[in-house]
């Protein structure tokens, strides 16, 4: 026995089983799918393979990679949805202006302005996680009958291995909720400003400028 975890391991086949999708092949990027040739490649690197971390939100992967160059097996890491699909951003109208949230990210340590979003759940559509986000972060009663499926995004495909669906909605009422998973505030910003604020830095969230650019192919291909 190594100084590796043998249940990273067993983790890892057992998601393979569950999820083909997420280990196609590929002739540029093959995933190396031999148990042997994993534990070979640990011992020698005492770099962990597998399903090194589980959150309610995140499974961290470790994956073994042969590439088509021919340069030696390499460890390449990857973040998977625990609960694969259902994740959205909600392109929140109230008042005939967007509403953004002014939110303090961990991961960069500084606030950013964005469209309220979240994970997807076990059992609930994307429409109904529309609803249960807003209620939860705005405090707001979206009317059903306005959320429209816009399109969906992948933020960062070179280590995201999710997506995220895009929806409109109108809010009927909204309430800023400060300190709810690190919401500082909220802004109001109207259609006719969004585009000046965006240019003057204003927005730099991937998921919030992608479903504005989404929103607006979706204007356009409704006139």
Not at 47 to 58: A, E, R
Not at 130 to 146: G, M, P, W, Y
Not at 187 to 209: P, Q, R, W
Request: aromatic share 10%; proline share 3%; hydrophobic share 40%.
């Amino acid at each position: 026995m190594g100084m590796w975890n043998e249940k990273c391991l067993d983790d890892y086949f057992d998601l393979m089983r569950e999820r083909p999708h997420a280990f196609m092949q590929s002739p540029i990027l093959s995933i190396v799918t031999d148990r042997q040739r994993m534990v070979t490649f640990m011992e020698k690197t005492q770099k962990q393979l597998g399903v090194v971390y589980k959150s309610p939100f995140h499974l961290m992967v470790v994956d073994l990679v042969a590439n088509a160059n021919g340069v030696e097996d390499f460890a390449y890491e990857r973040l998977l949805p625990t609960v694969e699909k259902g994740a959205v951003v909600c392109l929140v109208e109230y008042d005939n202006k967007i509403v953004l949230e002014r939110v303090f990210r961990h991961a960069i340590r500084k606030e950013q302005l964005e469209l309220p979003r979240g994970f997807g759940e076990p059992n609930i559509s994307g429409p109904d996680n529309v609803i249960k986000e807003c209620r939860e972060e705005l405090s707001a009663t979206i009317d059903k009958n306005s959320i429209k499926f816009l399109g969906s995004v992948v933020a960062d495909s070179g280590c995201l291995a999710g997506s995220a669906d895009v929806y409109f909605c109108k809010a009927q009422n909204v309430v800023e909720k400060f300190g709810y998973e690190g919401i500082g505030s909220l802004e109001f910003i109207s259609y006719e400003t969004i585009n000046h604020f965006i240019a003057n830095g204003g927005i730099s969230d991937g998921f919030t400028l992608a479903a504005l650019k989404l929103f607006d192919a979706y204007k356009e291909g409704c006139k």
